[in-house]
């Protein structure tokens, strides 16, 4: 079973509207964290969000959330005000297990966001 | 030079060249990791290293040889690869090797296997 899953390979959103980018994860562990990542064409990853298991407010930064469902395990992301240069792949990824060697981090397949003018 | 590095951006070879992929962090971070990511894949974890020993190995053929002679600085050497490598090869480095760190990572080798 996919640990991670995004079911929208690609997504469409008008220039300044919010849009919802899907991520349900599955695992049994008490102690995880679910971060969101950004690839441009360039090709680089740039980290937008983090949201701990823990965490009793869902996290924000800037025109990001996280709309953490824990008991649907869901982890959507938010984006508000969308603009044009936020057209890019999206990734969902999980690390699972506390103590010291929880860095291995599993990502989704993504999601294409088109931000039209 | 800021965040992570990686240099060549591009590389195209043959099947029988020798060649090496660098990394390179100005985060002061201590651990650093390489991924592969091929199309139509989700990323996949290749190598971690936490302060220069290696602690993740995952299943990855040994024509791929990682080196880390400091924290700042990451190797993947190639030899003898097949077309099935063809891949962007991004590298990532994190406070540490907790998981709670956010990742940061370069911009990635597009490599492309003749």
């Known amino acids: 079973a996919q640990k991670i899953t995004q079911t929208q390979p690609g997504m469409f959103v008008q220039e300044k509207e919010a849009v919802t980018l899907d991520c349900t994860y599955d695992?049994?562990?008490?102690?995880?964290?679910l971060f969101w990542y950004k690839q441009p064409s360039s090709g680089e990853m740039i980290f937008l969000i983090y949201?701990?298991?823990?965490?009793?407010q869902n996290a924000t930064e800037g025109r990001y959330s996280l709309n953490f469902q824990k008991a649907r395990k869901s982890a959507n992301l938010v984006i508000s005000a969308s603009q044009l240069g936020d057209s890019a792949m999206y990734f969902c990824a999980m690390r699972e297990g506390a103590g010291g060697s929880n860095y291995k981090l599993t990502f989704g397949k993504g999601t294409l966001l088109t931000v039209n003018p | 030079e800021t965040g992570v590095t990686q240099t060549p951006r591009h590389l195209v070879m043959g099947m029988t060249n020798k060649k090496s992929l660098k990394c390179e962090q100005h985060l002061g971070h201590n651990a650093m990791y390489w991924y592969k990511q091929s199309a139509k894949k989700p990323l996949e974890l290749m190598f971690v290293?936490?302060?220069?020993?290696?602690?993740e190995n995952n299943s990855v053929p040994s024509r791929f040889s990682p080196e880390c002679p400091n924290s700042s600085h990451l190797f993947l050497h190639l030899h003898t690869l097949q077309p099935e490598d063809s891949a962007l090869y991004l590298c990532?480095?994190?406070?540490?090797?907790?998981?709670?760190?956010?990742?940061?990572f370069g911009p990635g080798t597009r490599l492309t296997v003749l």
């Open positions: 990532a480095s994190s406070q540490d090797a907790r998981g709670y760190n956010e990742q940061f």
């Open positions: 695992t049994s562990d008490q102690s995880y964290g």
């Open positions: 290293y936490s302060l220069e020993e290696r602690v």
């Open positions: 949201q701990g298991s823990y965490d009793e």
